[in-house]
């Protein structure tokens, strides 16, 4: 009898364990005391807030409510806010909830080793005399401080006046899930800064907007933030012409042309009409012999390419090529288990520590009120 007691005993703080871990600063190895961890369960409504706690002296977190990943919802979330900037990780259902490390960085206003690796501009001129243009930044930072200077941005970038400022901003930091940022005015007329911080790592900032544009035209824009050489895509139709443009040659599977660009002014005149989603549809879909007719399987193929090539390599060009107009399902793959699981992302405003207090007090709010 005493022995069924003691494994009672033994076995009750095991049921309601809760989680766990330590918010390690990876800027100097130790650990990252004074940080704002929040946990949340996911479901299909959308993250719950479940409750907020400091990291102590040795970076060491705990929650007791005795949650796990998968039970009663979907994964885990976990939110650390350190210098001003939010990390998440997240613990998909299997996942160990004790010991889990929340890595965090030293932030700094200067740039340091951050820099745009990769900047690639497709042009899809229809015959309804509209201009689609994707835009997509990819940036490195090979250092050990996050980039964050919400005072000019990390980018900033230009919109001819013709797109009377409306733009599609969606960015993803590395172990991130998908965010739709707001930019704001940059310091001249038709100039806008993103505030988002840029870790450590590889992340990736897709711009996409449309303006009135006849055709043929001139097309006009201005490069902000130099990094490498920008290469500007024209769909099968579509023809560039003008000084300073090199030929690249064509993606071999939707025939595309690839032109570069110095910058940073970019001017040239383009004629005849056509998109990328009819370029690759003509050509067959899917990639690697039409496996997959959405394409999904290629799509998946071409993930890790897309962020493991260097500069130049004809293949990342190729592969931004075949994932273009599935922007935002990338985004969406990469956080896979929580959207396989709810097929929703998480709400922007709960990823950005100036909502944080906002979404712990509707959550505190609800509970109350089912109480």
Same mark, same amino acid.
């Given at each position: ?61 705990? #929650? ?5 990943? %998968?039970?009663?919802? $979907? ?6 806010? @350190? ?25 700094? +206003? ?26 997509? @930044? ?19 970038? @230009? ?32 100039? @806008? ?23 043929? %035209? ?21 023809? #560039? ?7 690249? $040659? ?21 004629? $005849?009409?056509?998109?990328? =989603? ?45 994932? +273009? ?28 520590? =100036? ?11 609800? =509970?109350?009120?089912?109480?």
């Amino acid at each position: 009898m005493r022995r069924l007691v003691a494994s009672i005993l033994l076995c009750a703080p095991l049921a309601l364990a809760g989680v766990d871990g330590v918010v390690t600063n990876s800027s100097t190895g130790k650990p990252a005391s004074g940080a704002t961890v929040t946990l949340f369960q996911t479901s299909q409504q959308g993250p719950q807030f479940i409750n907020s706690v400091k990291s102590d002296a040795q970076g060491k977190f705990v #929650f007791t409510e005795d949650v796990a990943p %998968g039970k009663g919802g $979907g994964p885990l979330l976990l939110q650390a806010v @350190y210098g001003g900037v939010q990390y998440n990780k997240m613990l998909p259902p299997g996942s160990p909830v004790t010991a889990v490390e929340i890595p965090v960085f030293e932030s700094s +206003k200067a740039q340091g080793a951050a820099q745009i690796d990769q900047h690639m501009i497709l042009l899809e001129p229809s015959a309804d005399g509209t201009l689609t243009v994707s835009e997509s @930044y990819v940036i490195r930072n090979d250092g050990k401080t996050t980039w964050n200077n919400p005072d000019t941005g990390t980018l900033q970038f @230009y919109l001819p006046p013709q797109s009377q400022g409306k733009v599609e901003v969606n960015a993803l930091a590395p172990g991130g899930l998908p965010l739709r940022k707001a930019p704001d005015p940059g310091p001249k007329p038709n100039t @806008y800064k993103l505030d988002f911080p840029i870790k450590p790592g590889e992340s990736r900032v897709d711009l996409q907007w449309t303006m009135p544009f006849p055709v043929p %035209g001139v097309f006009k824009d201005q490069i902000l933030t130099k990094g490498g050489q920008t290469r500007i895509i024209a769909p099968v139709g579509v023809e #560039f012409k003008g000084d300073g443009l090199k030929n690249l $040659g064509q993606e071999p599977r939707t025939k595309a042309t690839i032109w570069g660009v110095d910058g940073p002014a970019i001017e040239f005149k383009v004629e $005849g009409t056509g998109s990328l =989603a009819d370029s690759a549809a003509a050509a067959g879909g899917g990639e690697g012999g039409g496996e997959g007719g959405n394409g999904q399987p290629a799509l998946t193929m071409n993930l890790p390419k897309l962020y493991g090539l260097t500069l130049g390599s004809a293949d990342i060009l190729a592969t931004f090529l075949a994932v +273009k107009w599935l922007l935002l399902s990338v985004f969406s793959m990469l956080a896979i288990g929580f959207i396989l699981l709810y097929r929703k992302a998480v709400p922007a405003a709960t990823t950005e520590a =100036a909502a944080e207090a906002a979404a712990v007090k509707k959550a505190t709010k609800n =509970a109350r009120g089912r109480s």
